[in-house]
């Protein structure tokens, strides 16, 4: 009772530490994680104030559709109603498109590193990935475009990056396009879209009228701080968004996760205050960087992956014992670094005086 042969060579996903977990063993009173680019300030407080309302029926299955929150997408993107596909999370979308497309003896191109259920969930299809390293963090689009052969069925753009947070521009992202063939699928996961600034968005979803090989993922699980409750979508032609819902659990997002998002949508105050709000603590951050002499990557979201003179594991380790949770990187393929998620400004504040007593000595000799 093995499974699939590829499935011994995998395994499951590791979740960070639990928070409750880091407070009982260190014994601490609180602690500020920024591991897995969530929204320190929360969610919306009129989903907040709506969460007893919308509770009600639990009894029910979900409206499969999803009717009232895709009207309001349909509004927001100006896309057609069956252009959209709803997943439990764009984890699941993901998913439902490495089942729909990828099988073996057929491949599928990603960078590295970068977001990893793109290749696990490949691998679990039977389909090869090819990785391409990418060049200070961003994505090496022509070494990506020189991977593609009659084999490939699907390219993976996550935009901005992650762990990186570099963003494609809009124009490098048509360029690809116009040079990727038209029967290869280009999957751009805009996980982070809303913190990107508006003169630099790509307007991808625009760009499926003209290329309707283009899939384009969000999520409300980042920006909208809707994690706990997995919603997240692709934006496609109707034609391939048919055949994603023919993948796809009939009853796949809950009806508090549907309303929850409805609402977050229209609070566009609470989105702005949060972008608002991390841009500047991000801001703050890399300049103590720069102070500091470490190096980083661009970022266009709310996390940055530094370089660090140890490993990531062990300033993780250092700050797990003050109460600050961070992203090693050396489960994302770059050991020495770390990837950290914006938080509020008092708790950076804290974090760079922990980062400034932990890395100096070590900053010092690099530089002698
Ligand atoms: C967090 C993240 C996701 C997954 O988000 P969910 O909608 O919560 O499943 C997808 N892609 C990237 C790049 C992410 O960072």
């Known amino acids: 009772m093995n499974g699939k042969t590829i499935l011994q060579t995998m395994k499951p996903y590791k979740p960070g530490k639990q928070i409750e977990d880091v407070k009982k063993e260190y014994g601490l009173n609180k602690i500020v994680k920024l591991a897995s680019n969530e929204n320190p300030f929360g969610y919306s407080p009129q989903v907040k104030e709506a969460i007893t309302d919308i509770s009600t029926h639990l009894e029910l299955y979900p409206d499969g559709y999803a009717t009232e929150l895709r009207e309001a997408l349909v509004n927001q993107l100006n896309v057609k109603p069956d252009q959209l596909v709803f997943g439990s999370g764009s984890d699941e979308v993901i998913a439902i498109l490495c089942?729909?497309?990828?099988?073996?003896?057929?491949?599928?191109?990603?960078?590295?590193?970068?977001?990893?259920?793109?290749?696990?969930?490949?691998?679990?299809?039977g389909a090869d990935v090819k990785e391409v390293?990418?060049?200070?963090?961003?994505?090496?689009?022509?070494?990506?475009?020189?991977?593609?052969?009659?084999?490939?069925k699907i390219v993976w753009l996550c935009t901005p990056n992650n762990p990186t947070g570099t963003l494609i521009e809009e124009a490098s992202l048509i360029d690809f396009m116009e040079r990727c063939p038209s029967d290869?699928?280009?999957?751009?996961?805009?996980a982070y879209y809303e913190y990107v600034r508006p003169e630099d968005a790509p307007d991808s979803i625009k760009a499926i009228e003209t290329y309707p090989n283009l899939v384009v993922l969000r999520?409300?699980?980042?920006?909208?701080?809707?994690?706990?409750?997995?919603?997240?979508?692709?934006?496609?032609?109707?034609?391939?968004?048919?055949?994603?819902?023919?993948?796809?659990?009939?009853?796949?997002?809950?009806?508090?996760?549907?309303?929850?998002?409805?609402?977050?949508?229209e609070d566009q105050q609470f989105l702005q205050d949060t972008v608002k709000q991390t841009l500047a603590n991000k801001?703050?951050?890399?300049?103590?960087?720069?102070?500091?002499?470490?190096?980083?990557?661009?970022?266009?979201?709310?996390?940055?992956?530094?370089?660090?003179p140890v490993t990531g594991d062990e300033l993780f380790e250092h700050l797990l014992t003050k109460g600050f949770i961070v992203r090693s990187g050396e489960a994302l393929g770059?050991?020495?670094?770390?990837?950290?998620?914006?938080?509020?400004?008092?708790?950076?504040?804290?974090?760079?005086?922990?980062?400034?007593?932990?890395?100096?000595?070590a900053v010092k000799e690099n530089q002698s």
């Open 334 to 361: 770059h050991p020495k670094g770390a990837r950290i998620t914006i938080g509020h400004e008092e708790d950076m504040k804290l974090l760079q005086d922990l980062i400034e007593a932990y890395l100096t000595p």
């Open 184 to 190: 290869v699928l280009v999957v751009v996961d805009e």
């Open 99 to 125: 089942q729909a497309f990828l099988e073996s003896g057929t491949n599928t191109i990603t960078a590295t590193p970068t977001f990893p259920q793109y290749k696990h969930n490949a691998l679990i299809q």
């Open 133 to 152: 390293p990418v060049v200070n963090g961003y994505h090496d689009l022509d070494a990506m475009l020189n991977e593609i052969d009659e084999n490939t």
């Open 219 to 265: 999520t409300f699980s980042k920006a909208y701080g809707l994690a706990a409750l997995r919603v997240g979508y692709g934006v496609a032609t109707e034609t391939i968004a048919n055949l994603l819902n023919i993948v796809r659990g009939p009853f796949n997002t809950t009806s508090i996760a549907q309303k929850a998002a409805l609402i977050a949508l």
């Open 283 to 308: 801001k703050k951050f890399m300049e103590f960087l720069d102070r500091m002499g470490l190096t980083y990557y661009d970022s266009a979201t709310n996390f940055v992956f530094v370089n660090l």
